[in-house]
């Protein structure tokens, strides 16, 4: 009777099931002829009552998360059950309609119940992810509900999300606890238990953003708790596509985070294999924030003393009285009243695109000395060098004759603890364990011709030239005051506003102090750990970070247009090598 698929619906019991109270003959029903469901009224219905089949199968595990939604469908109803609505008989068409009816009651008003086993769309790629339960952590020890405003330098930040996500091997073999043989299900028992004492020092976590009378966005302390959720999904570790995280991470392995300020999604993969992903607002933390809390998290799994507790302090990100920045910032930073309207894109528009990279060390090594210049008093750094090389590539991609006298712009992220701190041991303590943003985007244009001819060595010159205003403490004071001078402004980093009309732009972030190796839950180091950051601007963005197989090899994060990434993967294979199994040591 079930038949077709991989699954056999058998027929266990026929009945008639009637109304325990007499009724006058009509009904409300969920009919549809557009295939959307409605109330409407049906008279006559034939008092012997419906025919109910009773199957040895629980469709409702089976159905699809959309279909839970308030515009679910006939369609999708008939599309995900596991058994032909037509199968259901009665004495007379009024009947059938009734059960129908009763039939999508009875999923409707049930989902709830069954929460816990709900498929998510994976959005492509050739594996499923299965969401099996969602549920709220809150911190451990009860907190008195308070407002944390966010500094000048949170409000330079859009309200985006980044995601950072870790893949480990099968751990049946390591322990958690000192306990050997866990399942999945301990695993997940004790990164609930250690997120929520971890949230008990990184309440921000467990707040949520709201508006205060300004407009500005606030921080409300309340506990409400972070969004974790439990997954499955049928593809093995060595088979996934990381390279193309377009398709293996997005919409699958890491989180949309819905509520709150962070939303955790742990899958388990078929190999037993799992991947812990975070999801959080980019206005509460930065990286460095992240990286804290990440480490933190796992040092409450095994058991460990905090290494670092977070401050708050927002007075060390006060403003000067009076005020004072340098013009320039102008020419850096941007009003959000002041930029022009947005286009909107054209279907003949090259697509971003998310690529995970490797570059050994030895292409390291060899690009510094290439974009150092003989002239130079100092060596330029491996992010200075592999900077200036891919700002050429992404000149060279514009290939246009009309596209040559065009700007090109590269913006790198500093971070300010370090600088705004600089004398003061005190507050270079504070500032070491700050949780906030603390970044300014310096970025250097240059026209498109140039960087095409000249060697690396002058690029790199330039790179260096541009950040060198930006790694002060009155660079980051005078960005505080610029802040304060606009508010309420709201405000953005000029580069992230930058589309191809603009000539090409893009942002590189130094992943450099990711803490891979120490994201150790109890179950071994992770096979792989990086940041996802498709973070639906016009200017790519780009994020080198440790290698975790290969001490001096960087794994670089890379959204790009196609035909920059098409010319990078063309010209320059040699240095930004795909990422594989292979090289992970997966396979």
């Known amino acids: 009777m079930g038949g077709g698929g991989d699954f056999t619906v058998t027929l266990t019991k026929k009945e008639v099931v009637e109304a325990m109270l007499p009724m006058q003959e009509h009904c409300l029903l969920i009919l549809s002829k557009s295939g959307k469901p409605h109330v409407s009224r049906c008279d006559n219905v034939d008092s012997s009552g419906p025919l109910v089949y009773f199957f040895s199968c629980c469709f409702l595990e089976r159905m699809p998360y959309s279909s839970f939604s308030p515009s679910i469908s006939v369609s999708q109803i008939n599309e995900t059950l596991p058994i032909n609505p037509l199968l259901i008989s009665s004495t007379n068409s009024h009947s059938l309609f009734f059960l129908f009816s009763l039939h999508l009651c009875f999923l409707l008003t049930h989902i709830h119940k069954y929460n816990s086993y709900l498929e998510i769309t994976g959005g492509g ?25 966010l500094s000048n330098l949170d409000l330079l930040l859009p309200p985006v999300d980044v995601s950072v996500f870790f893949c480990y091997k099968n751990p049946h073999d390591q322990s958690v606890n000192g306990r050997h043989g866990f399942s999945f299900g301990s695993m997940v028992g004790a990164l609930k238990i250690a997120m929520s004492q971890a949230l008990v020092s990184y309440y921000a976590f467990s707040g949520e953003v709201v508006s205060n009378s300004a407009g500005e966005p606030e921080l409300l302390c309340n506990n409400r708790g972070v969004d974790f959720m439990e997954a499955h999904a049928d593809v093995r570790l060595e088979n996934l596509n990381l390279y193309n995280p377009d398709v293996s991470i997005e919409g699958k392995l890491v989180p949309k985070k819905e509520n709150g300020v962070l939303s955790v999604q742990v899958t388990e993969l078929k190999c037993s294999g799992v991947v812990v992903a975070c999801t959080f607002d980019h206005r509460i933390a930065d990286a460095y924030s992240a990286n804290m809390f990440l480490v933190s998290w796992a040092e409450m799994a095994q058991s460990k003393p905090l290494s670092v507790t977070p401050a708050f302090r927002r007075s060390l990100l006060n403003t000067r009285r009076p005020g004072s920045y340098d013009p320039s910032f102008d020419n850096m930073y941007v009003p959000i009243s002041a930029l022009p309207p947005s286009k909107a894109p054209q279907p003949s528009a090259d697509p971003l695109m998310s690529r995970l990279y490797y570059v050994t060390a030895e292409q390291l090594s060899l690009l510094q000395m290439l974009a150092t210049s003989k002239s130079s008093s100092c060596k330029r750094t491996k992010l200075e060098s592999l900077s200036a090389f891919l700002w050429k590539m992404v ?31 005190d507050k270079a303590a504070a500032m070491a364990n700050y ?24 690029v790199g010159d330039a790179v260096h030239e541009y950040l060198e205003g930006a790694v002060t403490r009155e660079h980051f004071l005078g960005l505080i005051d610029w802040v304060e001078a606009h508010r309420p402004e709201p405000a953005v980093a000029k580069i992230y506003c930058s589309g191809s009309n603009d000539g090409p732009a893009f942002v590189v972030s130094s992943g450099q102090r990711f803490p891979v190796s120490k994201v150790n839950f109890g179950w071994g180091r992770p096979a792989l750990g990086s940041y996802h950051f498709p973070w639906g601007g016009e200017a790519g963005y780009v994020m080198p970070m440790p290698s975790p197989v290969r001490d001096g090899d960087w794994v670089v994060y890379v959204h790009l247009l196609k035909g920059q990434i098409e010319l990078i993967e ?16 997966l396979a």
């Open 125 to 149: 790629g050739d594996f499923t992810v299965t969401l099996t339960k969602k549920e709220v952590v809150e911190a451990m020890l009860p907190m008195q509900e308070h407002w944390l405003p």
């Open 395 to 425: 000149a060279k991609s514009a290939d246009l004759d009309d596209d040559n006298k065009k700007i090109c712009k590269m913006g790198i992220v500093v971070d300010g603890r370090r600088r705004l701190s600089s004398g003061d041991e």
């Open 435 to 458: 949780f906030g943003n603390v970044l300014s985007v310096p970025f250097g244009e240059k026209i498109i011709d140039e960087l095409k001819e000249k060697p690396l060595s002058w």
């Open 570 to 585: 063309t010209e320059a294979a040699h240095v930004f090598r795909p990422l594989t199994p292979e090289y992970l040591k």
